[in-house]
């Protein structure tokens, strides 16, 4: 028989979730990994959208209260702005003004590491599920194709075009599901990466500035 006449003959499902209940378990652990790439993601977004607010105004009026020694209201200030590491490290770095400046110098130090370290926390995740989806999706299609292959074996030799064809496309679903989570999830970890580096390097030019503004008036405190 011809196989375009059998090919005609299979039922064709055009809908996404019945087809991918096609790839078995494995398809199900792509789901939740696809979930859980998401929630990074999402959550990684907002955090660095957050971050990104414009501080120049906001390191001015700061710099005025501290030339005014009125470093109560500017940590109270920096305290507020929730989502702004600039703000919880000038914080952290007002509260080592009686300091010497090595001191603070190195309370800033820990202080910014802890900052990055919070913008990079789940990327290493996300870097995970972007390799290991795809792995899971090969996976899924050798062993679906272990099963065909073993069918075969039990009929004795008769093959079964129609079988045969279904058996390995449905083996194959694994494999776009890992790519395509693996793809996405890849895309947006780089794209996390270049965002979490420039946010690094401006926080690092804003608290030089910082340390270059209070070198002056930290003799007072």
Avoid at 124 to 130: I, P, R, S, W, Y
Wanted: a negative charge; proline letters at 1%.
């Amino acid at each position: 028989m011809n196989l375009m006449v059998l090919a005609a003959e299979v039922p064709i499902r055009t809908s996404l979730f019945s087809i991918a209940s096609k790839g078995g378990f494995l398809m199900i652990i792509l789901f939740i990994i696809s979930l859980a790439a998401l929630s990074i993601i999402i959550s990684k977004l907002l955090q660095i959208k957050k971050a990104q607010k414009t501080e120049i105004e906001f390191l001015q009026e700061i710099y005025g209260y501290i030339g005014d020694k009125k470093s109560e209201i500017a940590i109270r200030m920096c305290e507020e702005r929730t989502g702004s590491p600039i703000a919880s490290i000038i914080a952290k770095a007002m509260a080592a003004m009686g300091r010497t400046m090595e001191e603070t110098k190195e309370v800033i130090e820990v202080a910014v590491n802890k900052e990055i370290h919070q913008l990079e926390k789940g990327l290493g995740t996300l870097a995970t599920f972007a390799a290991v989806a795809p792995l899971i999706g090969f996976l899924g299609t050798v062993t679906g194709m272990v099963k065909v292959f073993m069918r075969l074996g039990e009929t004795g030799g008769g093959v079964d075009i129609s079988l045969l064809a279904n058996g390995i496309w449905e083996a194959l679903i694994t494999t776009i599901g890992g790519l395509t989570v693996g793809i996405i999830t890849i895309l947006f970890y780089n794209y996390l990466i270049g965002k979490v580096e420039d946010l690094a390097r401006e926080l690092e030019e804003n608290i030089n500035e910082f340390i270059y503004n209070i070198r002056g008036i930290k003799n007072d405190y």
